[in-house]
């Protein structure tokens, strides 16, 4: 059976860590490994994550705190992601941003049961909700799309160790689209990546991509001139963006 290590990074989270941390501990098949990444809060995030750690050990999982520094290299998102895949031991690697949570007790067993499966599935992606919206899911979309924009859940894809080591992680000069940027790379390394609609993960709205559009936008630009060359269409796909404000 496959084993997996959560990632949660976090930074000023002290209002959603601990249903973060709850909803991985309550998970029937535990993680291997439980590893944070903290960034310098100025609040309690830092003290909540390490009221856990007994808690978490005496389950069976390792656990892991890893502090930022203040500096150009290690500050950002893709950056704490790094850091923690740096330290990865499981065969799967699951994100769990701290503003997120698996709203079911059984979403891991069925993320581990697929893998454990088909020895040939590489990554898994589910679909996003908001937490103020219950009705309303958030699908991947067509990967056929990924010359222009990102289709896939990265909140909700989980993703072999192997990959990290075979096309390398996240881009850090992409401080919001480096996600876009890996799974682009995937993509087209041909890893097999499949869909299951049955895996939800929660999401807290308003979040860092959300409230840094303009950022994101140049960023995907940059991205699929990257990769696609086809620059016409990556304008129309950049003036559909702005247009829907997306």
């Known amino acids: 059976m496959k084993t997996y290590s959560v990632i ?33 809060s100025n609040d309690d995030s830092y003290n ?3 009221s856990y750690k007994e808690f978490i050990k005496n389950k069976g999982v390792e656990f892991l705190l890893i502090l930022q520094k203040k500096n150009k290299k290690e500050c950002g998102i893709p950056s704490a992601w790094n850091m923690g895949i740096d330290k990865v031991s499981g065969d799967i690697v699951a994100i769990l941003n701290a503003d ?13 049961n697929r893998f454990s499966a088909d020895n040939n599935i590489f990554a898994l992606s589910g679909v996003t909700r908001y937490y103020n919206n219950t009705t309303k899911i958030y699908k991947n979309r067509s990967k056929r799309l990924f010359p222009i924009l990102n289709p896939i859940n990265h909140p909700a894809t989980f993703i072999s160790i192997e990959v990290y080591k075979k096309i390398g992680t996240y881009d850090t000069k992409y401080s919001v ?17 499949i869909i299951d609609n049955t895996i939800v993960v929660e999401r807290k ?4 991509a959300d409230n840094n559009k303009l950022l994101a936008r140049n960023e995907a630009f940059k991205i699929a001139s ?3 060359h086809n620059k ?11 247009i829907f404000n997306r």
């Open 232 to 242: 016409v269409l990556l304008y129309f796909a950049l003036f559909v963006r702005v």
């Open 100 to 112: 997120d949570y698996y709203p079911s007790e059984f979403l891991m067993t069925k993320v581990i």
């Open 205 to 208: 709205p308003n979040g860092f």
């Open 8 to 40: 949660t990074i976090c930074l000023d989270c002290e209002n959603t860590i601990r249903k973060t941390i709850d909803s991985i501990m309550i998970q029937q098949s535990l993680p291997k490994q439980y590893i944070f990444v903290v960034g310098h």
């Open 226 to 228: 990257k990769y696609f």
């Open 48 to 50: 909540i994550i390490l």
């Open 177 to 193: 689209s480096s996600d876009y940027d890996f799974l682009y790379r995937m993509h087209i390394n041909k890893y097999n990546h």
